[in-house]
């Protein structure tokens, strides 16, 4: 694939950067200069969205930090399904092997999914029954940014982004050797899992081992497979129910890292083989085979005076095939993406309170699809931007600034025939914010928005019959940017036992890219399907997502607190209502915390969906009760037993944001026991 000008001259300047680092680190080596403090040990950093790092209690964007000690306990999920009951976060759902993060209603090529700030450069933005090519289990922090002001990714980052950071490229060295092992089985589907990690120094290089091993069967269902809406929508038969069909995962990861780390920087590199293989569940004996390979290199060097703190970069290749077999030892299509993306940035010097950043960024991807259910041609997508995000930050007062500026070039022949089309855009896209203090324990901020995103190889070039969504899926060509205003106010506030979090915001769209029925059928083999195609209209997104939490009993190391979660978003084209809008959620949680155990009750409200799109089926309400615990039964914590029972009361519950809510509930009642070991 030849590279633009522009995507080469950027690459070029990308990559080049890392190989300066060496020689630079390598004579920093001999100085013995401290490092800067880490700000983290003050307060919880964000780092995603903002290279110098901003505290969470003073982000004017709304994030959400999993830190290593939750990830160690967690359910042995997707990332999707992970974080689909955080505030603002749905899960796509589609099946436990594919559920990719839903942003404040928003999916697909409008979410980055990161890994360490570089993107995964997989499928899985192309189909919802496309696997993520990560795991939380090699993660041991995960930042969210919700929202669009994420001009550090780019204008595929307009509905937000979730940031997988792992240590695999080790930072610092380990004093000895550093590591965790964890081990869980759950009831619902009779599934284990198994992850560890280790760091160890030798000489000047710290070296990073780790994998990941899960496996789980069809998982059980509280009720009937098909809703009764469906039932009496179409007069299709409920079943019996018992388990989902086609509903297994098997995933297996492993990696190794290495960093030469100096007093004033590190450099590293690492390998990463992923394999998964998952039932569709959209269909009976149709299943997926995933296969990545990835090579990263990380790098940072810091800087004793002058207007830049430290200069980091980052490199990622990956090899991406995704086979769909429909039955043992048959192959159908084939999905394969092979690219590379590389960052750097210059982080500024504070100057009395005035951090910023400048970056470049570059992507060169080819995407191919083959076989007779390719519903996308294959294509050549490159990009290149450079942006800039600033920040003053007085005493009681202070401004946010941002702008990036993307070329991208997506090429493809047509699958109907004909020439090959080349279409470029360039975006634009900022962001403007001042905050206030009105005392030690109040932050308000207000900021204003503009994004711009170009339309993805989906969106202008598909044209076949979509299987997994059960549509025949019509792209456009001639389909523009899409361009956003969002305007987001956020609260944070802090008195005596209670901490509490708001966010409201409200987008309005122009260019909108909306898939919507034409009202004509696809007949294929006797069966019809609908036409779907993408089309550009007016849109308005707004909604809030509130957090509590209030301290009732505190006594030594024991604490009773009670917290309290809420969100709602509400969407509307200029065709009527969007699709596939979640619906409110009101989440309350008891929690017990001490030093050798922690408890928690939790009660969650979703509400009823039936503010609809053209052909979309209501969502009926549910409310999920869960109960957990953990016990670190030794004075050192090194070793956590947990346990998990979720959804107690079997409760039918569907997620109104997937395309198989109708055909497959979430899991019923299940009881998932573990334990992990920090060494």
Avoid: C
């Avoid at 994004?451 to 299987?467: I, M």
């Avoid at 070793?639 to 997620?655: I, K, M, P, Q, S």
């Amino acid at each position: 694939m030849s590279l633009s000008p522009v995507s080469r001259a950027a690459l070029t300047a990308v990559l080049a950067a890392p190989l300066g680092w060496g020689v630079m680190a390598a004579a920093a080596a001999a100085q013995t200069v401290a490092a800067p403090q880490d700000p983290a040990t003050l307060d919880d950093v964000i780092v995603t969205g903002a290279p110098f790092g901003i505290s969470a209690r003073a982000t004017t964007i709304a994030t959400t930090v999993i830190d290593e000690e939750t990830l160690a306990t967690a359910p042995a999920a997707s990332l999707g399904d992970l974080v689909a009951s955080l505030p603002g976060m749905r899960s796509t759902d589609f099946a436990p092997g594919a559920s990719r993060p839903v942003i404040r209603g928003l999916s697909g090529p409008r979410v980055q999914v990161l890994t360490n700030g570089i993107g995964l450069i997989d499928a899985s933005s192309v189909s919802p029954d496309h696997q993520v090519a990560t795991d939380p289990a090699e993660a041991n922090r995960i930042e969210i940014v919700r929202g669009p002001a994420t001009l550090a990714y780019g204008g595929t980052a307009i509905g937000g982004v979730v940031n997988v950071l792992d240590n695999r490229i080790p930072t610092e060295m380990p004093d000895g050797v550093d590591g965790l092992v964890s081990a869980q089985t759950s009831s619902v589907d009779d599934g284990w899992s198994a992850s560890g990690r280790a760091t160890f120094g030798l000489g000047p290089l710290a070296i990073n081992i780790d994998g990941v091993k899960k496996e789980a069967e069809d998982y059980d269902i509280p009720a009937p497979a098909i809703s009764q809406r469906l039932t009496d929508a179409e007069g299709i038969a409920r079943g019996p129910g018992g388990t989902q069909p086609n509903s297994f995962s098997e995933l297996e990861s492993w990696g190794v890292g290495a960093s030469w780390i100096g007093s004033r920087g590190f450099l590293g590199a690492s390998y990463k083989d992923l394999s998964s293989t998952y039932g569709t569940v959209a269909e009976p004996d149709v299943f997926i085979q995933l296969e990545q390979t990835r090579e990263d290199v990380r790098g940072e060097l810091r800087f004793d005076g002058g207007p830049f703190r430290k200069l980091t970069g980052s490199y990622g290749h990956a090899d991406y095939t995704h086979t769909e077999f429909e039955g043992p030892g048959n192959p159908g299509t084939v999905f394969q993406s092979d690219g590379q993306e590389a960052r750097v940035d210059l982080v500024q010097q504070n100057r009395n309170g005035w951090n910023g950043a400048v970056g470049v960024q570059a992507l060169s991807r080819t995407f191919e699809a083959i076989g007779a259910e390719a519903f996308v041609p294959s294509s050549d997508i490159e990009e290149a931007g450079i942006y800039t995000v600033q920040r003053l930050d007085r005493a009681g007062w202070g401004l946010e600034g941002g702008l990036r500026y993307d070329r991208r070039t997506v090429t493809a022949t047509p699958l109907s025939g004909g020439s090959e089309i080349e279409r470029d855009f360039g975006n634009w896209s900022g962001s403007a914010a001042a905050f206030i203090r009105p005392s030690s324990n109040l932050f308000l901020g207000l900021s204003l928005a503009h994004n711009e995103r170009a339309p993805s190889e989906v969106e202008l070039f598909a044209d076949g019959l979509h299987v997994a969504t059960g549509v025949y899926e019509r792209g456009d060509v001639t389909l523009d940017n899409e361009t956003v205003n969002t305007l987001e106010g956020t609260l944070h506030y802090t008195a005596g036992r209670f901490r509490g979090d708001l966010h409201v915001y409200a987008s309005k769209y122009d260019g909108f890219i909306d898939e919507r029925d034409t009202g004509a059928v696809f007949v294929d083999g006797g069966e019809s399907f609908p036409i779907f195609q993408f089309v550009q209209t007016g849109a308005e997104f707004r909604g809030f997502e509130a957090e509590g939490e209030y301290d009732l009993w505190t006594s030594g190391d024991r604490s009773l607190s009670l917290e309290g979660a809420a969100d709602f978003v509400d969407a509307e084209t200029d065709l009527g209502p969007a699709a596939r809008i979640p619906p409110y959620s009101v989440t309350g949680r008891l929690n017990w915390t001490s030093t050798p155990f922690d408890a928690s009750l939790e009660v969650r409200h979703v509400g009823e969906q039936d503010e609809l799109a053209a052909g979309e089926l209501g969502t009926d309400g549910y409310t999920m009760v869960n109960l957990s615990g953990s016990w670190r039964p030794f004075a050192d914590r090194a070793v956590t037993l947990f346990a998990e029972g979720h959804n107690l009361t079997d409760e039918e519950a569907r997620e109104h944001v997937s395309f198989l809510k109708d055909i497959a509930p979430l899991p019923g009642r299940n009881l998932r026991v573990g334990v992990s070991y920090r060494f």
